[in-house]
């Protein structure tokens, strides 16, 4: 009896294997694939903001910015900054200390994890290096016109 069971189980194991495999065959086959998506294009008559960046303008009045990204186009609404995100573009201009040496403005802003040190060319700067280098400049003119005066008034 033990062992028709043994030579009886492989049989029914093969006799089902092909079954099963065409179960499967039938429900891949039955599932409607989706429509692949449409490719997100930038839209003609958009506005080039720097080398991967695009503005738009659509026929309802909403701001559109589009951004070339390796896995293609992505796009987002253009929306005006909140008053937190205000508020902490300031302390970052706080924050940051600029020197000029030559054509290249070099910074220096505290972290959690030590000083930040970076330089930029004076071309590639953005809103928080040009305010904060600005802010600089004009502090070191008024330092250097107040000091040059104080050594003159001494002789």
Same mark, same amino acid.
């Given at each position: 009896?033990?062992?028709?069971?043994?030579?009886?189980?492989?049989?029914?194991?093969?006799? /089902?294997?092909?079954?099963?495999?065409? =179960?499967?065959?039938?429900?891949?086959?039955?599932?409607?694939?989706?429509?692949?998506?449409?490719?997100?294009? !930038?839209?003609?008559? %958009?506005?080039?903001?720097?080398?991967?960046?695009?503005?738009?303008?659509?026929?309802?009045?909403? =701001?559109?910015?589009?951004?070339?990204?390796?896995?293609?186009?992505?796009?987002?609404?253009?929306?005006?900054?909140? %008053?937190?995100?205000? /508020?902490?573009?300031?302390?970052? !201009?706080?924050?940051?200390?600029?020197?000029?040496?030559?054509?290249? !403005?070099?910074? &220096?802003?505290?972290?959690?994890?030590?000083?930040?040190?970076?330089?930029?060319?004076?071309?590639?700067? =953005?809103? !928080?290096?040009? @305010?904060?280098?600005?802010?600089?400049?004009?502090? @070191?003119?008024?330092? =250097?016109?107040?000091?040059?005066? %104080?050594?003159?008034?001494? &002789?």
């Amino acid at each position: 009896m033990m062992r028709s069971l043994k030579l009886l189980l492989p049989v029914l194991l093969c006799a /089902a294997l092909p079954a099963s495999a065409e =179960n499967a065959a039938r429900t891949k086959a039955a599932k409607p694939k989706p429509a692949p998506a449409a490719q997100l294009q !930038i839209p003609k008559g %958009a506005v080039q903001v720097d080398a991967a960046t695009y503005r738009f303008t659509d026929e309802q009045g909403r =701001n559109w910015i589009y951004r070339r990204t390796p896995f293609g186009v992505a796009r987002a609404e253009e929306r005006a900054p909140s %008053a937190e995100e205000t /508020a902490q573009k300031a302390k970052m !201009i706080e924050l940051t200390k600029a020197v000029e040496r030559g054509d290249e !403005i070099h910074f &220096e802003r505290p972290g959690p994890f030590g000083t930040y040190r970076w330089q930029r060319k004076k071309t590639d700067l =953005n809103d !928080i290096e040009k @305010a904060a280098w600005e802010r600089d400049r004009t502090s @070191a003119g008024k330092s =250097n016109a107040s000091s040059s005066a %104080a050594r003159a008034s001494q &002789e």
